[in-house]
């Protein structure tokens, strides 16, 4: 791996395991760091649904800043969701 990529060790993954109030099947939900060169750059959430009348979808959260400090000023989140949309396979 080239040192100047970003990268997640999958190692360090977090796993958790919810369960959805409608439908009671499984929410999984892992979250991680991201880094380059050793240094934190961005943390990602990432929330996989079961449900068992609708496609299964999942929901990414990324949280991009400085890892390094107290302050959260220059941190910047966008999400996205994975998944087909109704109607519209």
Partial sequence: ???TELAADLDE???ARYECPCCEEP???TWNMVTRDGIAYAAYFANSYHHTDQAHDTWIDVILGTWDTESADD???F???VGPVQ???
């Fill in 27 to 29: 929410i999984e939900r």
């Fill in 87 to 89: 109607s519209n396979p």
């Fill in 79 to 81: 999400g996205c969701r």
């Fill in 1 to 3: 791996m080239n040192p």
């Fill in 13 to 15: 993954r977090q796993f």
């Fill in 75 to 77: 941190h910047v989140t």
